[in-house]
């Protein structure tokens, strides 16, 4: 759950396809190797919905290239969010801390698409209450820009600038069946 | 999700396995360093409770402050419902100091439902005379779905309920749930212990009673006894405690009729020696407490899902 707006979409156009994301992640994989020489010491972190496959791709792509495999996991922000009181309940996703824990470690905390960065401050937070990593760094898919908060990515597969009016879906061979991005026009204009 | 937790006709099937996933994740907040969720920040929660409780209330308590709520806790016994203010009065002029939701308990079957009339907050009911206790329910028929390795329900499972059936709202709660959860109820009480018009209630309800204790124990999945509620017995309904234990109690005797592992239950507070023996309570098989662990999880779950969200706002 990257934020309110990233549903998976399936009018508008594709922006990118499944060898785009492959070749995206790979190379986020491999920035994500050159930061941190030891990959003994990192912890990947999915964000739910999307960013929990996303991890696991990232974390097997590291390991086949470093023969050894990096610790992973899952995040879930539900309850800390600030926008809990303006939506009805959400029900909480799984949130899995790796056996190693995250005291000491470089956490990568991974998503789908950077938006407002409300998720990632909540993350923050969350992450927060596990334990103390060394360092965090954050890996997204998309970035399409319109932060509301003082967050950037370290690493990003794909710089998407988009109106407000626009609407970025992603949709995810494990979690829908095929890997894809559209740009979706909210209002009015229809293909 | 319901706007009240007065029974648990206010839950779907669905809806309580929501609930059910969702006090999982707060279990795993019981093993973590940091026992604390945002999510109730800022909200007020209070506890009126007119009726004794330990581990309800305290588990109400913990609940609401895990998630970050404050958390006030009032008993009638030093409150003005002993001044002999009416519960209107009492329940108004609290939920007035800008309370979010109330969790009550009260000796009178349905005072939470009325309660719930005169408000327009939240309200759970945390046992209501001999009516209903739903929460304690829900961490039963969380306990025994974790316990029976069934997730998503307990369908094809049996279990017995064993005991006080008449001044239980635990019984009548539970038979609900599990009903709800796709498990076959089957009910055991002498015959004075039984309330009226449960043969009607068991058809209609599709659950089985017996009189015999020991002709149910060997077939049955999971054992629940209830507590013999003394104070809410005026009269003879059983001649001599002794012969209650005889007849209806979970004797050691008893264990060795229980298939291997079979997890006893148990509400609490337990009455050792009357209706379970410390050979049970105690055994490698009790789940009693899993019950209580498992009841803060449940109560988070309940908080959150009632006040976390706009409806509540």
Redesign the interface.
């Given at each position: 759950m990257s934020d309110a707006v990233s549903e998976p979409a399936t009018d508008g156009r594709v922006v990118l396809d499944s060898r785009d994301i492959s070749r995206a992640l790979t190379r986020i994989s491999h920035e994500i190797l050159e930061r941190n020489r030891d990959a003994e010491d990192l912890v990947l972190l999915g964000l739910h919905t999307r960013g929990v496959p996303l991890a696991k791709r990232i974390a097997a792509r590291i390991e086949a290239a470093e023969g050894h495999p990096v610790a992973h996991g899952a995040l879930?922000v539900?309850?800390?969010r600030d926008d809990?009181?303006?939506?009805?309940?959400?029900?909480?996703?799984?949130?899995e801390i790796p056996p190693g824990g995250i005291d000491g470690k470089t956490v990568v905390l991974v998503d789908d698409v950077l938006f407002s960065g409300r998720t990632v401050r909540a993350a923050l937070?969350a992450l927060?209450?596990?334990?103390r990593p060394a360092v965090v760094r954050l890996a997204v898919l998309v970035d399409r820009g319109h932060r509301q908060l003082p967050i950037r990515a370290d690493h990003v597969g794909k710089n998407l600038p988009t109106a407000r009016s626009e609407r970025v879906g992603l949709r995810l061979e494990e979690t829908d069946g095929i890997d894809e991005v559209r740009i979706v026009e909210l209002e009015g204009v229809t293909a | 999700m319901t706007r009240h937790l007065l029974s648990i006709d206010d839950v779907s099937a669905e809806e309580i396995q929501q609930l059910f996933a969702t006090a999982a994740e707060m279990h795993d907040v019981q093993k973590r360093e940091v026992k604390k969720l945002p999510a109730l920040r800022g909200r007020t929660v209070i506890n009126l409770f007119f009726e004794d409780s330990t581990r309800t209330r305290s588990s109400f308590e913990i609940a609401g402050k895990w998630l970050s709520a404050d958390v006030i806790n009032l008993s009638a016994k030093g409150s003005s419902a002993s001044k002999g203010e009416s519960l209107r009065d009492t329940v108004l002029t609290v939920t007035a100091m800008g309370v979010d939701g109330l969790v009550m308990r009260h000796s009178a079957s349905g005072a939470a439902h009325q309660v719930a009339g005169w408000l327009d907050i939240p309200v759970i009911n945390a046992g209501d005379g001999m009516h209903e206790h739903p929460t304690q329910a829900l961490l039963d028929g969380y306990t025994l779905q974790r316990q029976l390795g069934s997730p998503g329900s307990l369908e094809g499972k049996r279990i017995a309920i064993v005991g006080d059936l008449t001044h239980s709202r635990v019984f009548r709660s539970n038979v609900k749930s599990l009903g709800k959860l796709g498990a076959s109820v089957v009910a055991v009480a002498p015959p004075t212990l039984m309330p009226s018009g449960i043969a009607e209630w068991a058809k209609a309800d599709g659950f089985a009673t017996s009189y015999t204790l020991d002709d149910v124990l060997p077939e049955v999945d999971a054992v629940m006894m209830l507590r013999v509620q003394r104070e809410r017995m005026s009269g003879g309904y059983f001649p001599t405690s002794r012969e209650y234990t005889v007849g209806y109690g979970l004797t050691r005797q008893r264990l060795g009729l229980l298939r291997d592992g079979v997890p006893i239950l148990h509400p609490g507070p337990m009455n050792r020696g009357l209706e379970i023996s410390p050979e049970a309570a105690d055994a490698a098989s009790s789940r009693i407490l899993d019950q209580v662990s498992a009841g803060v999880a449940i109560r988070m779950s309940v908080l959150y899902h009632l006040l976390a969200g706009e409806e509540s706002a």
């Open positions: 879930d539900t309850m800390y809990l009181r303006t939506h009805p309940t959400r029900a909480p996703h799984h949130t937070d927060a209450d596990y334990g | -």
